[in-house]
């Protein structure tokens, strides 16, 4: 079982700056890969970026590669998405989840879900 937090959200400016924050709870949480989600009003839930379990392999989807980063710190139970040249088309809630299958984008392979944190980015 894993918990999952969301933290980190809030408005920012175009082209700036955000660094989301997912801490997890759970004894297994170092053997779970980790992804990131958003859904805009009106829209589907959208693929952001994961990493696996070890940290050594990560996917973006291609409208945020080169500007965000995913990170995963296992002694600390943490997920980090660095967030930079933001865009209006960034707006989300912004979500983490756990999976035991690295690769997929798809938000049913995922286990485990927070609750979400919104991304507001003005232009």
């Known amino acids: 079982q894993v918990q999952l937090v969301e933290s980190g959200g809030g408005l920012v400016q175009a082209g700036g700056s955000l660094r989301l924050t997912c801490a997890a709870s759970g004894r297994t949480f170092s053997i779970y890969h980790m992804g990131w989600f958003r859904q805009a009003p009106g829209k589907e839930r959208e693929f952001v970026a994961a990493?696996?379990?070890?940290?050594?392999?990560?996917d973006y989807v291609g409208s945020v590669k080169g500007r965000f980063t995913i990170s995963k710190n296992n002694a600390e139970n943490t997920v980090y998405l660095q967030m930079n040249s933001l865009k209006p088309e960034d707006t989300a809630v912004y979500s983490c989840?756990?999976?035991?299958?690295?690769?997929?984008?798809?938000?049913?392979?995922?286990?485990?879900w927070g609750q979400g944190t919104q991304v507001t980015v003005s232009s």
């Open positions: 989840a756990a999976t035991r299958t690295f690769g997929s984008r798809y938000y049913t392979q995922y286990d485990y």
């Open positions: 990493i696996s379990w070890s940290g050594g392999d990560t």
